[in-house]
Each structure stands twice: as structure tokens, then as C-alpha cells.
């Protein structure tokens, strides 16, 4: 499957609640982050990293939570973004798809993968320091985001180009 229509898909299915996903390579990730976190797969395996927007509240998070109003909820934002990606893993059936939420912990309490690395990586969020910008007063907030979930597959076969980093990439 191409790139373009994995992310068009995607597009459709996540953008409607606000969602956006950003492609990148599994090996941008792991040559970022320490042996612990780095994912055992082909280094041209395609992944997303999908963000929630301000406008996730509204489309998403408040439809499930009246649609749910008369059942025991824990994590609400958790059951509603796993909602949302139960319908992207049933739109690729027979794929090797996995979908890794930021919340997601190995059984030795580690966390299953760096969403900010993810999300710099696929060009999504960038960080900023004040350190060397002069600004006239402080910054209301810290200047930095991160992503929510992490989509990844290993069966396409794709070419690309970053618009942010001017690689290009292939993967598998």
C-alpha cells in the first residue's frame, strides 16, 4: 500500500475528530532515542505519529463521553482515543498494523515508545528553548508539544520526501 493513500486513510478516518498524523521512518526513531526504546523492526518500516488538536474536545471527547454517560468510564480520554484508533486498525484488515498509545507501559513500567522523539522525528512538533531568544517578557507557556499515539506497519512500500528535513526515504 502507498504512502499517499495510508495517509489519506488515515486523513479521512482521524481528521473528522480532530486528529493529525505525520509519516516517518522506524529508523529516524530509533537513531534518536537509547537502545531500551528502539523497536526491533526494519528500519524502512512506515510510521505515524497521530496528534490530538484542540478541536479533538469537541469532536471526539465529548460525543464519547454522552455516548457513555451511563457506563463506569476510568480513563476516559484513553477509552475515547482507543476508540478512535480501534476504527483505523479495522479500515487496514490483514495488515500488520500496531497502534501504541502514549500511555502504554512494558511490564517493567517503561514506557513503550518517546512520543516527543516520534513527534520531532516525523516533523510533527518541534521544541523550543528561550535559551538565546530574547524575548521583551517570559513566555506565557513552555514552547513544546507532544504527540499522542504512535501507528506503525510494516508491509508498505514507499518514496518520500520530508518537507521539513529534505530527506528522502524509502520504506518497506
Wanted: one cysteine or more.
Amino acid at each position: 500500500m502507498q504512502i499517499d493513500i495510508i495517509s489519506t486513510l488515515l486523513d479521512q478516518l482521524l481528521s473528522p475528530v480532530g486528529i493529525e498524523t505525520y509519516p516517518f521512518k522506524i529508523s529516524w526513531y530509533n537513531e534518536r532515542v537509547p537502545e531500551a526504546f528502539r523497536f526491533p523492526h526494519h528500519p524502512d518500516t512506515l510510521c505515524f505519529v497521530a496528534i490530538s488538536t484542540p478541536s479533538t474536545f469537541e469532536r471526539a471527547f465529548l460525543p464519547f463521553i454522552l455516548d457513555n454517560r451511563n457506563s463506569s468510564v476510568k480513563d476516559p480520554y484513553d477509552q475515547c482515543m482507543g476508540a478512535c484508533f480501534a476504527r483505523v486498525k479495522q479500515a487496514f484488515p490483514g495488515e500488520a498494523l500496531e497502534v501504541i498509545q502514549d500511555f502504554e507501559l512494558h511490564s517493567n513500567r517503561r514506557p513503550k515508545v518517546i512520543m516527543q522523539t516520534a513527534g520531532h522525528v516525523a516533523g510533527a512538533v518541534h521544541y523550543y528553548s528561550s535559551q538565546g531568544l530574547q524575548f521583551d517578557e517570559e513566555p506565557p507557556k513552555k514552547l513544546s508539544q507532544l504527540g499522542r499515539e504512535l501507528v506503525h506497519s510494516s508491509k508498505e512500500k514507499i518514496q518520500r520526501k520530508n518537507a521539513d528535513t529534505g530527506r528522502h526515504w524509502t520504506c518497506n
